[in-house]
T-cell receptor, first 112, second 115 residues
């Protein structure tokens, strides 16, 4: 079955450490997204990519970085510059404009 | 500015009763509207969308939504609520600013269906 796979499901970060969250899709979608979800704040867009080797900052990109070297993969790195990384991170993808986004099951990141 | 509002943080209904989760929007062009549901520690699941056509849109799990252009609303409804409908519901609208395929999200409404 086609879908989006996020890994790991749970991740712990030490002080000063960079961590990378994986997002892989086999839906052949062009566009991919990373969201951060905090209680009561809905979904906030971190980065998005509409095509391979291109990506744009979302509303809260500071302290995060991404790459899009392959169509199916859009990893997110949470850098040590992100001082409050504890959140639920969601990856999504879509193909045609106006079509719904498909979501992975998220990665929950906590600080040790 | 384009925006989506879900005016209720939480909605409580009894099982078997009809439910409504409210959403209002503000966009510059024609709205593309979506409803999603999220269960605990899971990703969002698409329920239904409105792009054009009939104002009453039918979606997954018996949900439907009514598009009202004059009131700029897109309320989610279900005739008879189930305990298993208890979840977090999000309304979203397409961002018309440029060709960027982004969605603007509401803050979510927590639905509790009581047995």
């Amino acid at each position: 079955d086609g879908g989006i796979t996020q890994s790991p499901k749970y991740l712990f970060r030490k002080e000063g450490q960079n961590v990378t969250l994986s997002c892989e899709q086999n839906l052949n979608h062009d566009a991919m997204y990373w969201y951060r979800q905090d209680p009561g704040q809905g979904l906030r867009l971190i980065y998005y990519s509409q095509i391979v080797n291109d990506f744009q900052k979302g509303d809260i990109a500071e302290g995060y970085s991404v790459s899009r070297e392959k169509k199916e993969s859009f990893p997110l790195t949470v850098t040590s510059a992100q001082k409050n990384p504890t959140a639920f991170y969601l990856c999504a993808s879509t193909d045609l404009w106006g079509q719904p986004q498909h979501f992975g099951d998220g990665t929950r990141l906590s600080i040790l | 500015a384009q925006s989506v509002a879900q005016p209720e943080d939480q909605v409580n209904v009894a099982e078997g009763n009809p439910l409504t989760v409210k959403c209002t929007y503000s966009v510059s062009g024609n709205p593309y509207l979506f409803w999603y549901v999220q269960y605990p520690n899971r990703g969002l699941q698409f329920l239904l969308k409105y792009i054009t056509g009939d104002n009453l849109v039918k979606g997954s799990y018996g949900f439907e939504a009514e598009f009202n252009k004059s009131q700029t609303s897109f309320h989610l409804k279900k005739p008879s609520a189930l305990v298993s409908d208890s979840a977090l519901y999000f309304c979203a609208v397409r961002d018309d600013a440029g060709n960027n395929r982004k969605l603007i999200w509401g803050l979510g409404t927590s639905l509790a269906v009581n047995p």
